[in-house]
């Protein structure tokens, strides 16, 4: 017996593929995120483990100011302030930084105008606000910053803002070290100082990273569920509408199995051009996205969607639909060819 062409891919199957699609653009998307953040920390770590350390001087009262003379002279630093303040505008408080790379040290530039600060990614503020610490200082946020290393939270200012709010007239609080040797780190520590490698700060990232990671998983369900539904919705109407039909083809000798094989069959093409679909669509849209992202702000991160992201976003695709497709199919096998017949009838 030859095939058994049931359906058409007419307007319901498309409309049923575009909302497939849609779902399995949500989960690549969604995926491509948190995959490509995962690959962006391990690059930075791989970057700061062996190059950048934080040096910072502390005693019971807190971080301790010291001169630049103090470090080891054969080492690379650049030297930073850092200060807590209050923005009088939103009665919150902020950690305002500088950071005094005149030796090029850092891979990124971190530079605001005179008179200003650059806000992280994400904050928003007035156009000009009040800074108050040992002093209340009237700034303007004209833009934003972009860095690997320091918080987004943070507003990024000038030296001699700084050391106007800090009240400090010369030292620094903290400096980032490139390359520090063994005896570099021994002598510091002797001294007094803390060092930390940077890529204690990749750690905290990654934990955060690898909770989004998790939580991006709970993307499939919904999405998988809508897939269900919608292959549900559409076998069961389909199977429906072409009932007569399905009748007089068992009435001819065609088996259960045929017919369930047809049936799923069916669902299984309409889903899976609604999943190519909806790869090429997430691919677009994560890439997008990312190429965005990265003009505008000069972000370090990217979004990538591997290869394995996209066979397991089509899988979960697939199955999802054809699960949700076994029910109608099922019930419609296993009834009566003359109920079949009977029922076509007393609808028509």
């Keep these: 017996m030859p095939s058994l062409l049931l359906f058409r891919f007419g307007p319901k199957a498309r409309s049923t593929s575009l909302g497939i699609a849609l779902c399995t653009m949500f989960i690549v998307a969604s ?3 948190a995959d490509g953040l995962r690959a962006s920390t391990q690059n930075l770590a791989g970057n700061f483990s062996s190059e950048y350390s934080l040096v910072t001087k502390e005693d019971a009262s807190g971080p301790v100011v010291f001169d630049s003379a103090e470090l080891p002279s054969d080492g690379l630093y650049a030297f930073g302030i850092f200060v807590d303040a209050a923005v009088s505008e ?14 090029q040290v850092l891979k990124e530039t971190l530079a605001a105008p005179e008179g200003s600060v650059l806000a992280g990614q994400g904050q928003v503020y007035p156009g000009t606000i009040t800074l108050t610490a040992e002093s209340a200082v009237a700034v303007s946020v004209p833009g934003g910053y972009s860095s690997a290393m320091f918080s987004p939270s943070w507003l990024l200012g000038t030296e001699p803002l700084l050391r106007q709010l800090s009240g400090l007239a ?9 390359d520090l040797s063994v005896d570099a780190t021994s002598s510091l520590a002797s001294d007094g100082f803390a060092v930390q490698p940077l890529i204690g700060i990749i750690d905290f990232l990654e934990s955060g990273i690898e909770e989004i990671r998790s939580d991006a998983l709970w993307v499939l369900l919904p999405s998988a569920f809508v897939i269900a539904v ?4 559409f076998m069961g109407s389909e199977t429906s509408d072409r009932r007569h039909d399905i009748g007089i083809i068992k009435t001819i000798g065609a088996g259960r199995w045929r017919v369930l094989w047809s049936l799923t069959a069916n669902a299984a093409v309409i889903s899976a051009w609604g999943g190519l679909l909806g790869l090429a ?21 990217v979004i990538r969607a591997s290869g394995e992201l996209l066979v397991y976003s089509y899988a979960v695709t697939v199955g999802a639909a054809v699960g949700g497709a076994i029910l109608p199919a099922l019930r419609l096998t296993l009834s009566k060819p003359v109920d079949d017949l009977k029922e076509a009838a007393l609808s028509s």
Excluded at 91 to 102: E, L
């Design 31 to 33: 995926f491509a995120v």
């Design 90 to 103: 939103t009665q919150t408080r902020v950690t305002v930084f500088a950071i005094n790379d005149s030796g």
């Design 170 to 178: 010369q030292g620094f609080n903290f400096a980032v070290a490139k």
């Design 230 to 233: 919608l292959a549900y919705s």
């Design 281 to 301: 669509l997430g691919i677009v849209l994560s890439y997008g996205t990312s190429t965005v992202a990265s003009s505008l702000f000069t972000s370090v991160f």
